[in-house]
């Protein structure tokens, strides 16, 4: 089992990637052999989208050339070929990190378009993708002011893009508010990790 993390987290000590951390503790007790590939996405060399559409018009079916020469396309390559796809972002201003947009929008080399946004990768049965998102509002609020909802959408999307047949979320909050809150989240990051284990 390969599994691609892309951590969109600025802060490398806050509450998103203790679940990540969470989440891989869970893979290695159902799968200590699993390969597990992270991506800082702070720190790749990933260069912002220039908005030429130049992509849109690439008839490739999986993953259009972008006239940008960077790590990009390497690492979108690995995650096309992987069995599970992490997407880790904290929530900020009712949007994904910076880092994780600018790697969302450079992800439009896996779009196509018929009535809206579709990927050009075909489904791979089996695979997953994991969306796994924080917020300082607590859960149901961080839901029902909306919070999550941007980052849900195109995360999931981005998941798709990626080929993966089933996506599981993660939309954690206020886990920096109450310790038990914190466990509670972290526990189900392990389940999770677990359970995508015997998918295998």
Not at 103 to 126: D, I, N
Not at 159 to 181: N, T
């Amino acid at each position: 089992m390969k599994i691609v993390i892309f951590d969109g987290s600025h802060n490398k000590t806050g509450m998103t990637l203790k679940l990540v951390d969470k989440f891989l503790e869970g893979v290695k007790k159902g799968k200590p052999d699993a390969e597990i590939v992270t991506y800082d996405l702070l720190n790749e060399n990933i260069e912002f989208c220039l908005g030429c559409g130049k992509c849109t018009e690439d008839k490739d079916p999986i993953n259009a050339e972008c006239v940008i020469e960077d790590d990009c396309k390497k690492i979108k390559q690995i995650a096309l070929e992987s069995d599970v796809v992490v997407f880790a972002t904290p929530i900020y201003e009712y949007c994904v990190s910076s880092s994780m947009k600018r790697f969302l929008e450079r992800c439009l080399t896996l779009v196509t378009f018929r009535l809206g946004p579709v990927a050009r990768a075909k489904v791979t049965k089996g695979k997953v993708g994991v969306v796994i998102c924080s917020s300082g509002a607590p859960f149901p609020f961080n839901h029902l002011m909306g919070i999550t909802r941007y980052p849900k959408f195109m995360l999931k999307l981005g998941c798709k893009l990626f080929g993966c047949e089933k996506v599981e979320m993660i939309m954690a909050g206020g886990m920096a508010i109450k310790p038990s809150w914190q466990a509670k989240w972290e526990n189900k990051a392990f389940k999770l990790g677990q359970q995508i284990t015997q998918k295998d």
